[in-house]
């Protein structure tokens, strides 16, 4: 079975989308962040949602709480909230 941890959007726009992510293939929270923009782009374009996609370019997503290292250990259960707001 695949390394995979659960992503959450936490955001007045985007809340609840969901993004199960390989820990295999990501190094960094960056990498993390980036394949879950990259995931919810690709539905707003297949949607032609072109003002969301607007507002998702302007975002700027962060994880709170946890470390690159945490999230690499962490349990297969275990699911981690990206959020655009301060």
Do not use: G, P, W
């Amino acid at each position: 079975m695949e390394n995979t941890r659960k992503f959450i959007a936490s955001s007045n726009l985007f809340s609840d989308f969901t993004v199960n992510i390989s820990l295999e293939n990501v190094t960094t929270m960056d990498e993390i962040i980036e394949v879950f923009t990259n995931e919810l782009k690709k539905i707003l374009k297949k949607n032609n949602l072109t003002m969301l996609i607007k507002k998702l370019n302007e975002s700027h997503f962060h994880i709170h709480s946890y470390t690159i290292e945490d999230i690499l250990k962490s349990e297969s259960e275990d699911i981690f909230y990206i959020c655009d707001h301060q």
